[in-house]
């Protein structure tokens, strides 16, 4: 079985002198009076190093106890000569009440005796802190005893005075030499040190600093074996807030602060103010309820350095059974503060068997909900995360209601025919054979790189006329006919613009025009869709692309040739790129010839001159398009767009074909003289 780092963790505490100096003064409140019986002021008292860092231990400790009874275990060990281990792994000896009885027995370092670099590096306090991670706790006691196999993993937590950067990596090769040899020399059915996390605390009192060159709160991988991270904080109440971020980030926990919270005021029992309490849980209650934390309001309080959800109070009522929610997860919590007045009041309320609703607020829609509760049982806290949705025991919801998936205009119909018409069969060929399953995907790719989710982000699958197109454009091969009715669609929906008719909406009716929503702007997108999903087809098969091709001309689009073309994606990124440029650059050409009173005669000569060799007067290697190069008549060009048009229609009468310059002679009655019958000479002979 494998066990986490968090499962055992082991605290050394430097007992140099550098612990022995004074380092945040107490305020000392003492009456004084005016006159012959007055006080003599106080000298200023401050908190040793020392004291300071085990407050700050022990509030860890008691944090993770609170919340782990018995999951989680702790050591201590105190660099001194020689070292000494305050505790255990037994249960009974888990518990902040012993530890404070042997910090007691240890006192306080005295600044007498003057450390050299390598004991203040807290070495020797490292040999005995790994040989306590090699010994089993109970829980492992009991799976070795079973005969199975454990992965012991383990933590350190070195709080000490660093003077530099080389006493650092001797430390931290100190530890790894001793890892080493520890694997060497246990046997078999001793336990081995998988892995350990080396935490070096360096703090020392404001005024004293050592240039350390080491990157704060980043692991780094010295072996296999151990992985180290290093912290600076100066020493007093910093030290406190660091090992709060500490067991926050090492055991998986949140904050969660229950704001306006109604008590009432110590001096003056009759008015009442809200008030604010932190609790300590583990992370998994907010994640139980939405997945992460990007939908929560939090925020940083001042002085800590990780980030709390606020809940609001919300109207106490009873914890019986009967009125209990339903809830998908319960887990302990413990106050930040645990002697302030305002943690007392929440914890005796709570343990008087009330239970108090918590409200979130969430970011994203700004919609408040019921998130949480606090009860007891058992004499323990907990926080129970609350349903916000369905429940599991509930049918799962259709996709097109509303409270269960929020949208309800999916194209289930369409989707449904979309996994009808690719269904995977069982391929009993080469397995080796990858061919089948290519040709799948790139089916399913085809059909789906233009598919709109829901009625009302599209208008061209809603029109009643594109049915034909769409049917015939999801065939792997089109014929002649399919051609045609294509053809047709494509110029019935340019016979429903020039008549302005409207166009249907997400239910099917029509869409009523107004400022906003014009009418040539609905139908520009709808030519839009039709020519990306005519595009998304269009390698398919020739007769895919001669459905695009017809759609660009009538649209008077340039067609690009096969080996012009690119990705469809990148195609659709640089055309919405690039037109709203070149239409800006058009309409400035087109301003400036207008305004320019020589625009008809050097017109052509610039044009030309540009197209051949480059000119300087536009942008570099830009060659101007010529609206007329062969200088045809209107009349000309009028003629010639119609018979494109005709031709695309229906299929020329084979007597109006034009072969060059001339009209194409055709014989008459062909069938009648293969035949055999009678023309209107025998008619007469007869």
């Known amino acids: 079985m494998s066990f986490p780092a968090s499962h055992k963790t082991v605290i050394v505490l430097d007992h140099g002198a550098h612990f022995a100096q004074p380092c945040h003064p107490v305020e000392v409140d003492v009456q004084r009076a005016r006159g012959p019986g ?24 008691r944090i993770v106890w609170d919340l782990f009874p018995v999951e989680k275990c702790i050591r201590f060990v105190v660099r001194k000569n020689p ?140 072996s296999p074996t151990l992985t180290t991270l290093f912290y600076t904080v100066t020493a007093g109440p910093a030290v406190s807030m660091k090992l709060l971020y500490l067991c926050l980030k090492h055991y998986d926990l949140a904050s969660t602060t229950v704001t306006g919270i109604p008590m009432k005021e110590e001096q003056n029992a009759s008015s009442s103010a809200n008030y604010d309490v932190e609790l300590f849980h583990q992370a998994e209650s907010h994640k139980r309820l939405l997945g992460d934390f990007q939908d929560m309001v939090l925020a940083t309080s001042e002085g800590n350095e990780y980030q709390t959800c606020k809940l609001k109070w919300c109207t106490p009522r009873g914890s019986s059974a009967s009125e209990l929610h339903h809830c998908s997860a319960a887990f302990r919590i413990t106050p930040t503060e645990v002697n302030s007045r305002q943690s007392s009041c929440l914890t005796n309320f709570l343990l008087s068997g009330r239970s108090v609703m918590l409200e979130m607020q969430r970011r994203s829609s700004g919609v408040k909900t019921i998130s949480h509760m606090l009860t007891s049982h058992g004499g323990e806290i907990f926080i129970h995360t609350l349903s916000s949705s369905r429940s599991l025991l509930e049918d799962p919801p259709s996709i097109s209601e509303g409270p269960g998936g929020r949208v309800t205009d999916y194209r289930i119909r369409e989707l449904s025919d979309l996994i009808k018409c690719n269904l995977l069969a069982p391929f009993f060929g080469d397995p080796t054979d990858k061919t089948p399953l290519d040709k799948a995907q790139s089916r399913l790719t085809r059909f789906t790189r233009f598919l709109p989710s829901t009625i009302s982000s599209t208008t061209l699958f809603n029109l009643p006329v594109f049915e034909p197109l769409h049917a015939a454009m999801l065939k792997e091969n089109l014929t002649d006919e399919d051609l045609t009715e294509c053809r047709k669609v494509i110029f019935a929906i340019m016979s429903m613009e020039q008549k302005g008719e409207p166009l249907p909406g997400p239910l099917g009716q029509p869409v009523p025009v107004g400022k906003k929503s014009k009418r040539e702007e609905q139908y520009r997108g709808l030519w839009n869709e039709l020519e990306m999903f005519a595009t998304a087809h269009s390698e398919q098969s020739p007769g895919h692309q001669a459905v695009l091709e017809c759609l660009l001309e009538v649209r008077q689009k340039p067609i690009l040739k096969k080996d012009e073309k690119v990705g469809l994606d990148a195609a659709l990124r640089e055309l919405d790129k690039l037109s709203p440029m070149n239409d800006s650059l058009d309409k400035a050409d087109g301003r400036k010839r207008s305004q320019s009173p020589h625009s008809t005669a050097s017109g052509h000569a610039a044009g030309s001159v540009t197209g051949g060799g480059g000119g300087s007067s536009g942008g570099p290697n830009k060659k101007v398009k010529l609206v007329n190069p062969q200088g045809h008549t209107l009349l000309q060009l009028y003629t010639a767009r119609k018979l494109r048009e005709a031709k695309l229609m229906h299929k020329e009468f084979a007597a109006r074909q034009i072969v060059g310059s001339e009209m194409k002679a055709v014989k008459l009655y062909l069938k009648l003289e293969k035949e055999g019958s009678v023309g209107p000479a025998n008619n007469g002979g007869q």
């Open 38 to 61: 007055a006080y003599i002021p106080l000298a200023p008292v401050s908190k040793s190093v020392w004291t300071c860092v085990v407050e700050a231990t022990l509030e860890y400790c």
């Open 83 to 222: 070292p000494e281990i305050l505790n255990g792994w037994k249960n009974e000896h888990q518990n902040t009440a012993s530890i404070m009885t042997a910090l007691a027995g240890v006192g306080r370092p005295t600044p007498d005796r003057k450390y050299g670099a390598a004991d203040s590096a807290a070495d020797g306090g490292i040999d005995l802190a790994l040989e306590s991670l090699c010994e089993p706790t109970e829980k492992q006691v009991e799976l070795l005893e079973a005969g199975k196999e454990v992965i012991n993993r383990g933590r350190m937590i070195i709080i000490t005075t660093i003077i530099d950067d080389f006493h650092r990596k001797k430390l931290i090769r100190t530890a790894q030499d001793k890892i080493l040899k520890i694997n060497q020399e246990t046997e078999d059915n001793d336990m081995k040190l998988d892995h350990v996390e080396l935490v070096i605390i360096h703090t020392t009192p404001t005024g004293m600093e050592y240039r350390i060159h080491a990157e704060q709160d980043m692991a780094e991988v010295i």
